[in-house]
């Protein structure tokens, strides 16, 4: 009507009448539309303000329920504009539309986060932190949330029905919390979604059907959780989607048949299930398949001959199922097969013809099949190739020279086969060897000597042939040899006393030879040594003393020889050791008093000439038969009582005139100390006079005042003192409980002063003394002048005077004060709470752990710990399910602190990139690009570079998930001191080769079910 009305009478004030009235109406559905809850002004202006302001508000409220530590890293989170909040990004209104919070150590919770403020977000990211609680229901009032990411936290309870609201949002992720429950039907109705990602949680229950719906979702990950049940078929109308894995999960049933009609498919994990029936034909519809993972399952039948249609898969996991039959002849022919596993299964026939051209194979892996042909024939030359595994088959013939040109072949494992001749001494030019395994064949000759030129190899394991001939001390040169094996041939000779050069040796077995001689007393300068076999030879003589020296020695087995003589009082020491076994031999004398002696079975010690002690078949060492086997005993104790008795009188005397020695000094020194107490040195009042080092200390820190605080430690505030010219201590107070500030929590206190009165370790804090006051209680310690490794790497120009070098040499202290801890202390200790906040650098950048206010004695027989301790993101995983610490826990926590070093951060999703966003199929990420920046990675000398390359290397062995498979810190800091020619540039190093060379190393070669 107003427009027909302005058209027929266009005057100027009816025009300008008209467009402020069509103003007025646009305001106000804009304000009606656009307020929301949290703003209700009619003016654009006033309503963008008010929402700006209402967000600051609800982040400020929301930082307040943070822990300190968190508030202190929200310190720019203050006043009425958001715009400036570090993580916060306004539009140009002024309005809050992206929060990313991600790897900022934030703790708490969501609870009292009002999202009904926040509506216009668009982007929230919380991830890599340690949120804890429940998601609240009302994040379903984010209506224009794109992207959700709340990964690696510690978030419980059930996934909210309500997030089914959010139909704009495209990405969601979850990952890595506690949530548990089932997975919502709901998110059926999110048809935006293009990847959900939920591994590792605690969902149970079935796979919901409605995940059909998502029509746009091509990325689909629900691992490592607990969900049972069927693969809905729903779930094969995802037509878009690229990326399945359902592995580590309690799926049951059969693999669907309609699996076929994900033709846009190309990595499909669904291992570690419990899924069952025959692999589907219509899998060969996947011609974009690329990774097919279908291990750990119970699949049974035959393999579809339309296995052939997948040329373009680079990777196949068959493992550990029930499939039976011949390997497709074509598995590798007009592929770029690089990862083939299809071991313990029931496969049989000859080994695909096709495998001898697969000139891109990397990893294979076949053992434990009925697998039969001649090895000679069958296997071709594989420049890629780094590991092999065809053990537990029938394979005949002899070993190839044409080994040799796998250039870089690390892992060779052909046990349990019918194999026969010579081990080839062409093997020693296969540099880059970690592991050679040929046990139990049919094997014959010597062992080449050429085989000490192999400086990188861990494990050698020969046992179980026809091999004779002399052990060659060339073996003596494996400086890196860990296992060594050669039981049950026909050796002969003696037992090369070059086998104390292999100073990283855990376990020798050289039983059933025909060795002779005695044992050699280099033996025990392989101080690592926990389990040696030697049974069943001809050995004679004495067993060394130098043995009882093998303070991490587990297992002794030395039976069925022709020993004599007693067993070494130094056996006493050996306080590690569990299981002994000494029958058949001609030893007498006592047992040691141990706890793997006094618990032998009789079988264990039977057999000798003359052992006594208190197990049951032997006499008794005080018995009349022991007395009849010496007959000097009773003159003998009459001489040691008489000189025991001239003894006593002689240390009466010297301690009498000591004391007055003593006591004469003390009057004077007190004299002294009343009259010139200010001038004396700080560390001689540490050793006479507590109530002087208090008084020093209080008036140092002038009643520790704020003013010479330096930082906090998990129990204390640490203070600078300065107790006269040159003498600078650092004192640590330790805090009150919480509930009750009048009482000190004297835990912490305790353990840190048991576990530092016997730690002396350059790379461990020196400690100087404590004092027990009803008001204060504290710990003296060696003053460090550049603070923690934390602080240095935060702050941007400390970090770039912390070059590489320093770095460098502050992993390997840092890991060999854990070596020090772990292997050289009796009882062993365990930090516990290991991160780069405990490590202090002092004016060289020396590293130096501290904080052991949670630190224990490791004992073997000790399972009563329930109080999980250390700090989020250092933890080891297993503590989540076990409350029973281990040195494996402070090895993880290791890892994450080398890591944390060279990177210049904690390293948070580098570590875990089972959550990245990016697919396998995508460029792996460069070590070079995860680097520290500040310090131009690019520009590393070859020997920094080669340095780097194996810190990372070793950390990510150290994060393996399974503790079993890390390795210990005595290989860490041995390892760290070797120098390792870089195979590629440094620049070509990515993360995943790291991880697979990881593995590789310390024996774990299947991570997760994954190649």
Known sequence: MVSSLLLSNPSPLRVLCFFFSLFLVLVDTTSFHGAGVCASSTSFSTIHATESKDGAEALLNWKSTLDNHSQSLLSSWHGENPCGFIGVTCNDFGVIIHLNLSSLGLRGTLDNLDFSCLTNLVSFELGNNSIYGSIPSSIGNLSKLNSLGLCFNELSGNIPPSIGMLESLHFLRLCVNNLSGHIPQEIGKMISLERLILSENGLAGPIPTSLGKLGNLTRLRISKNILFGSIPQEICDLRSLKYLSLRRNRLSGPIPSEIGKLTSLTILRVSFNNLTGPIPASVGSLSNLTVLQLDDNKLFGFLPFEFNKLTRLTNLGLSNNELEGELPEDVCRGRSLQYFAAFNNHFTGPTPASLENCSTLIRLRLEGNQLTGNITEAFGVYQHLYFIDLSHNHLNGELSWKWEHCRNLTSLRISNNNISGEIPAIFGRMAKLQEVNLSSNNLSGEIPSELGSLSMLFKLDLSS??????????????SHLAHLNLASNNLSGSIPLQLGSCKSLLSLNLSRNKLWRSIPPEIGHAQFLEIVDLSHNLLIGN????????????????????????????FGDMLALTSVDLSYNNLEGPLPNVKA??????????????????????????????????????????????????????????????????????GIIKRDNDEQANELDFFRI???DGKVFYDRIVKATEGFDSKYYVGEGAYGIVYKAEISEGQTIAVKQISSSQEDSEIVDL????REIQALTNLRHRNIVKFYGFCSHVQRCFLVYEYMERGSLRTTLNEDERAKEFQWDKRVNVVRGVADALSYMHHECSPPLIHRDLTSNNILLDRDYDAHVSDFGTARLLRPDSSNWTNIAGTIGYIAPELAY??????????????????ETIMGKHPGDYVFRECSLFTQTESPMLLMD????RLSPSRLQLQEAQDVVSISKLAFACLQTDPRLRPTMAQVSCELRVQVPLEIPLSAVNLEQLRDLSVRKFGAFAVDGEF
Request: aromatic share 6%; glycine share 8%; proline share 5%.
């Open 465 to 478: 042939n026809s091999i004779m001939g002399k052990v060659p001390t060339e073996i003596g040169l494996l």
């Open 543 to 570: 067993i060394p003393e130098v043995l009882g020296q093998l303070r991490m020695l587990q297992v002794l087995n030395i039976s069925h020889n022709s020993l004599s003589g007693s067993i070494p009082h130094t």
């Open 597 to 666: 002696f006094n618990e032998a079975p009789f079988e264990a010690i039977q057999h000798n000439k003359g052992l006594c002690g208190n197990i049951d078949g032997l006499p008794k060492c005080n018995s009349i038969g022991s007395k009849k086997r010496n007959r000097y005993v009773g003159a003998r104790t009459t001489i040691i009582l008489i000189l025991s008795f001239l003894g006593f009188l002689l240390l009466s005397c010297t301690l009498i005139i000591l004391v007055i020695v003593n006591h004469h000094r003390r």
């Open 686 to 688: 540490l050793s006479y």
């Open 747 to 750: 835990i912490p206190f305790e």
């Open 882 to 899: 076990s409350t029973i610490p281990t040195e494996k826990c402070d090895v993880y926590s290791f890892g994450i602190v080398a890591l």
């Open 930 to 933: 995860v680097l520290d920046q």
